[in-house]
């Protein structure tokens, strides 16, 4: 299935106004259980970060989870990199016009070639491993980048069925994913390869949150992979669904996952 195009026109619909776009992040955090256990994990580990922490978004997309991080913690400073430098110029734009331009700043680049060097207290990334192939480059980019006993933190697709793959023959369901997910062995190998001294992982995504990420996203995912016709049934089905999924966000998002389709992933240096 093509996600990136879907993503590109509501961006489209949603980027246009100032109002438009805070409902829209408000709309993803609500949707998207990963924002929910990403979240959660923020706020345990924010107590052991300075007041005045530099935080790389990295992978930005639409820009939420800086807008989130900002939200939520004031002194935070974050620099935020997406490749799309379209998307990043339209994120620049509306943080210009929200007045958090002293503390989020959207620059265009690509990971691999990421250089800086010990400035960030969090390094946070958020379904964006998936899509990498050098993702041994890029943890070492990571390690590089953060400042002694700074934190990384991941959010990715798990081998248990991550990207809706149940076996070896199975395909990803977003076609731009270069990898079906990662095992905890192999994340944690790979981050420890890099240099991190302590990695911890816990699977996201349940048997809750599988079924609710079929009902909110995969289905209609699939639906306008047929035609653009159905965003305008797309309201109406979330009006129906959203209940159900909301209440199976809770329970994955509060209770011991011993395995699932997603990883959170914080490492430390």
């Known amino acids: 299935m093509q996600y990136e195009p879907i993503k590109r026109s509501l961006g489209r619909v949603f980027t246009k ?3 438009l776009r805070k409902t829209f992040y408000i709309v993803l955090d609500l949707l998207l259980l990963r924002t929910w256990h990403v979240k959660k994990a923020i706020r345990r580990i924010a107590s052991t970060l300075p007041g005045n922490a530099f935080v790389l978004d990295a992978g930005s997309g639409f820009g939420q989870y800086s807008w989130l991080i900002s939200s939520l913690y004031k002194g935070w400073i974050i620099k935020a990199i997406d490749i799309n430098k379209e998307q990043v110029d339209d994120c620049n734009n ?3 016009r929200t007045g958090r331009s002293e503390r989020i700043r959207f620059e265009s680049k690509d990971l691999i070639s990421l250089n800086d060097t010990e400035i960030y207290d969090f390094v946070l990334t958020v379904d964006v491993m998936e899509h990498i192939e050098e993702d041994e480059l890029v943890f070492s980019n990571f390690y590089k980048s953060l400042k002694n006993s700074g ?5 990715t697709p798990s081998d248990k069925g991550g990207s809706d793959v149940h076996n070896h023959k199975g395909h990803s369901f977003i076609d ?3 990898r079906d997910g990662y095992g905890v062995d192999e994340i944690t190998n790979k981050l420890k390869s890099a240099g991190f ?4 992982v816990h699977y996201t995504y ?3 949150g599988s079924i609710s990420w079929t009902l909110l996203m995969k289905y209609p995912v699939k639906i306008l992979n047929l035609s653009y016709l159905f965003f305008i049934i797309l309201p109406f089905y979330y009006l129906v669904v959203f209940p159900v999924s909301l ?5 994955d998002v509060n209770c011991r996952i011993t395995t699932g389709t997603g990883l959170l992933v914080i490492a430390y240096k």
């Open 17 to 19: 106004s100032i109002f």
């Open 94 to 96: 509306f943080i210009s």
């Open 151 to 155: 934190i990384l933190m991941i959010s």
């Open 176 to 178: 731009e994913h270069v």
């Open 197 to 200: 001294r302590t990695v911890d």
């Open 206 to 208: 349940g048997r809750a």
């Open 247 to 251: 209440f199976l966000n809770i329970i």
